[in-house]
């Protein structure tokens, strides 16, 4: 599965993006979905994941509440919606994907396709 991840940008803190992630190559529905993020400096970071059905999500508890993931197998897309930014979200958030699993969502070392990141900066 090939992952081409759009939407980010720079926006002023309080505000809202829409990042999308478009799959193709392969069958979206054997595939959970998450976001990741890495800022400067630091490690890559779990944000948000989603099961292949969109039936169960997780989120990192830094945007629970704010952020919200969701999925369109009939358009091979997974969303991720960005409300109430913060300075500290700026980062290059990338999506991943993985073979369907009954795993955590949240484990970086489980997800074997990833997209090329979209920049998200939000000022003060």
């Known amino acids: 599965v090939q992952l081409q991840a759009s939407g980010g940008g720079l926006v002023q803190a309080g505000g809202s993006l829409r990042l999308s992630c478009a799959a193709s190559?392969?069958?979206?529905?054997?595939?959970?979905m998450a976001w990741f993020r890495q800022a400067p400096g630091k490690e890559r970071e779990f944000v948000a994941g989603?099961?292949?059905?969109?039936?169960?999500?997780n989120y990192a508890d830094s945007v629970k509440g704010r952020f919200t993931i969701s999925r369109d197998n009939a358009k091979n897309t997974v969303y991720l919606q960005m409300n109430s930014l913060r300075p500290e979200d700026t980062a290059v958030y990338y999506c991943?994907?993985?073979?369907?699993?009954?795993?955590?969502?949240?484990?970086?070392?489980?997800?074997?396709?990833w997209g090329q990141g979209t920049l998200v900066t939000v000022s003060s």
């Open positions: 989603i099961t292949w059905s969109g039936s169960i999500t």
């Open positions: 190559g392969g069958t979206f529905r054997t595939v959970d």
């Open positions: 991943a994907a993985r073979l369907r699993s009954s795993g955590r969502l949240d484990r970086v070392d489980d997800y074997n396709n």
